[in-house]
């Protein structure tokens, strides 16, 4: 795949979830699958948690680079809004002080929504969902998983309708950060402000998507989403534009969750997505330029 001489050769995935979060797969298995299907670099981007990244940089492989990552989940208008973070700095102070808040957010959270699910007659323990979450970041996507199991629902995606997405009878929200104290977080640990996957913003039109994004870009968001598993071709050129009249930085992921998100696979989403490296090297020459 990379070619001689040629500097920008190579595929990319910026968006992945180990088992710090909600993958399924532990950081030295993401490496090495990234490794196998030849991918030039990779960033682990956790929900609300950096442990996956420190620990990947344990087990770095000659062929990958690896860019520290984070993905935090933030509050737009009542609707979860997600901002990724890329080349931050692991270490930062503020940055860890911030996610230890998040984090016992959801550690308050859960128990909740196991009282509500057992109040609907649902038989299903904390201690089960931690166990299948397997020591990392509980979230959602672990108690649908003890739904399935338990043959409760169906899918991961009937718990979600049924049970635990927003509307759901056992939803119980969670404290989030807004979407301009996230991108200052991170912009603070030397990183750059991505949005998330856009198409997940609900707005009646381009001109509502256009007026949000402005606001983020003037709370210092530095780039887009671009490239995504669920972007349609249409969408992906909407977020060009949008990424083009802003002057944002692209970047692209398939938001890997391992077993975790059937039909979504490492480099590729469902198939057919392509993050070329040169969107890595334009990340680069910013935070260069910015340091
Ligand atoms: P949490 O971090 O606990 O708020 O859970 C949010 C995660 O749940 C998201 O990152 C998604 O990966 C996942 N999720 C949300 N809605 C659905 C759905 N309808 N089907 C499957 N996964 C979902
Ligand atoms: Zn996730
Ligand atoms: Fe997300
Ligand atoms: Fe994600």
Redesign the pocket.
Known sequence: MKQAGSNDAGWVDLHI?STA???TLSPEQILKMAQDLNLRAISIT??DTIKGAVEAHRHLTPDVELLSGI?ISTSLQGNTLHILGYLIDLKDPALSRTLSILQNARKERNPKIIQKLQQLGIELTYEEVVKVSGGGEV?R?HIAEVLLQKKVVRSINEAFQKYLGANGPAYVDKYRLQPAEAISLIADAGGVPVLAHPFTIKTDSERDLDKIVSELVSNGLKGIEVHYSEHTDIQTLLYEQIAQKHELLITGGT?F?GA??AGVYLGVGKGNLRIPYRLVEALKEYKQAHS
């Open positions: 979830h979060s909600d993958g956790d929900h993905e979230g996507p938001d969750h975790r998100k």
